[in-house]
């Protein structure tokens, strides 16, 4: 009847999605793609990390990001009132990249994707999962096409990539919650106009909102004179501000005097956009032949914008822990890839964390700072949360409240 079959499916051409497919085809694998929007599509997430660039290497995808023209990025600039500070990501602990790009998430995900096709692995745009089934030996999912038709995939293993989609969790009930207060974030991307010869578009620029410590806006610039702008904060302070999308963030932009200057000429060309309560998590990233990736496990915040780099690892801790599997070899999905991935995970938990409390705000802006601690912090910064040479990786929580104490 209407049943297909294939090897690996895939739900969600994202970038989670696009790098493991091509990771599975680089392992001989036959991949099934499964996408619900057209791309190009627009999406959030636009500031990569350095430690982004070894897993688009290792799918075979750096040549074409690179040659693509994105924006430039070495660091990451902090401003709160007339106290500032920037981390340049080469001078850093860890070993491997120090820039990479910022990316209109439009252009990079269709990218990646059409690498991801390039090394042989299919996508079908404007299809929907809508249910599965891992009763059985091979796992049953069912897909709504562009037409409204259903069909049913048998496959070997499910990998969902799915990102705020969450397919799986949904469907299968892991939802856990986040243990993050619920906040929202506005954005969007306007001709910038920024005429200030010290304003550094290789960098983001994080500014904390003047009287609220927990609210803080990103300005990411992108080639050609455009910047992605937006606001975080709880969604109850955001709720009170009068006005639809662009207007709140209008206004919350006004209220920072540094931002409002140097945003002065800018053009405020397309609608802004609203995200809430993005934080999520799951209670197992894993289960009987499927795995979750990327923001359809965990997903903490957007305040070090690590969620590509999570994404992107996670895609290549599971494509490497299943092509073992289905090579005949036992894969202890917990130990081989739930823990590894949480571990990253779990050191920018803690400076998530710090960051809205405040301490991690006292340590960047500190005036004498140890340089080799410095470091460490910038590794972090970079995404390289994994590398196991940083004290503030191995024990994140005990050297960040000493620094904290120290900084106070
Ligand atoms: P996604 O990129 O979300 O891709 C999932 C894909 O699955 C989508 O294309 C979707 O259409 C598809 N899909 C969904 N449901 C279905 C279905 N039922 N069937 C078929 N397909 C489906 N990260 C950064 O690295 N840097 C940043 O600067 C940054 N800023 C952020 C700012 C905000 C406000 C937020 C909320 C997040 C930010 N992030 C940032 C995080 C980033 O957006 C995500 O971590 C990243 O996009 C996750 O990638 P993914 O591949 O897991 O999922």
New binding site residues.
């Given amino acids: 009847s209407n049943t297909e079959q294939h090897d690996i499916l895939i739900?969600?051409?994202?970038?989670?999605?696009a790098v493991a497919a091509a990771l599975l085809r680089r392992h001989g694998h036959q991949v099934l793609v499964?996408?619900?929007?057209q791309f190009p599509r627009f999406?959030?997430?636009?500031?990569?990390?350095p430690q982004s660039m070894a897993y688009l290497e290792q799918a075979g995808m750096l040549q074409a990001v690179v040659e693509h023209g994105f924006q430039f990025k070495n660091g990451a600039s902090f401003v709160c009132g007339e106290r500032q500070t920037a981390f340049d990501f080469r001078d850093k602990h860890s070993s491997g990249w120090g820039t990479t790009y910022q990316v209109q998430r439009a252009d990079f995900?269709h990218l990646l994707a059409q690498q991801a096709e390039l090394q042989g692995a299919e996508i079908r745009y404007r299809?929907?999962?809508t249910a599965v089934d891992l009763e059985g030996e091979r796992p049953r999912t069912q897909v709504c096409d562009a037409d409204g038709r259903e069909y049913t995939i048998e496959s070997r293993f499910i990998l969902d990539?799915?990102?705020?989609?969450r397919?799986l969790p949904r469907l299968l009930d892991l939802e856990r919650p986040s243990g993050f207060p619920l906040r929202s974030?506005y954005?969007t991307h306007i001709a910038d106009g920024i005429r200030d010869p010290q304003f550094d578009r290789n960098k983001i620029r994080i500014t904390v909102h003047p009287e609220h410590h927990d609210v803080w806006y990103w300005l990411?610039p992108f080639a050609h004179g455009r910047c992605s702008i937006?606001v975080?904060a709880e969604s109850s302070f955001l709720n009170d501000v009068p006005g639809d999308e662009t207007t709140k963030l209008r206004t919350l932009v006004m209220q920072d005097p540094a931002l409002r200057a140097l945003l002065q000429h800018a053009e405020w060309d397309t609608p802004a956009r609203n995200?809430s309560g993005?934080a999520a998590n799951v209670t197992s990233l894993w289960g009987k032949n499927y795995a979750l990736?990327?923001?359809?496990g965990e997903?903490l915040d957007?305040i070090f914008?690590?969620?590509?780099?999570?994404?992107l690892k996670s895609a290549s801790l599971a494509t490497d822990a299943l092509a073992r599997m289905l090579a005949g070899e036992t894969v202890d999905w917990e130990a081989d890839y739930a823990k590894p991935l949480k571990r990253g995970v779990d050191t920018f938990r803690t400076f998530v964390e710090s960051w809205y409390a405040g301490g991690f705000q006292k340590v960047i802006f500190h005036e004498n700072q140890e340089p080799s601690i410095r470091r460490m912090i910038s590794s972090i910064l970079a995404g390289y949360a994994w590398d196991q040479s940083n004290p503030f990786v191995t024990e994140s929580k005990r050297r960040l409240t000493a620094l904290e104490s120290i900084c106070a």
């Fill in positions: 739900i969600g051409a994202g970038p989670a999605g499964i996408e619900r929007e999406s959030i997430g636009e500031s990569l990390l995900d299809q929907t999962v990539a799915s990102g705020f989609g397919v974030a954005f990411i937006g975080v995200i993005y990736l990327g923001n359809a997903f957007p914008s690590s969620g590509v780099t999570i994404a």
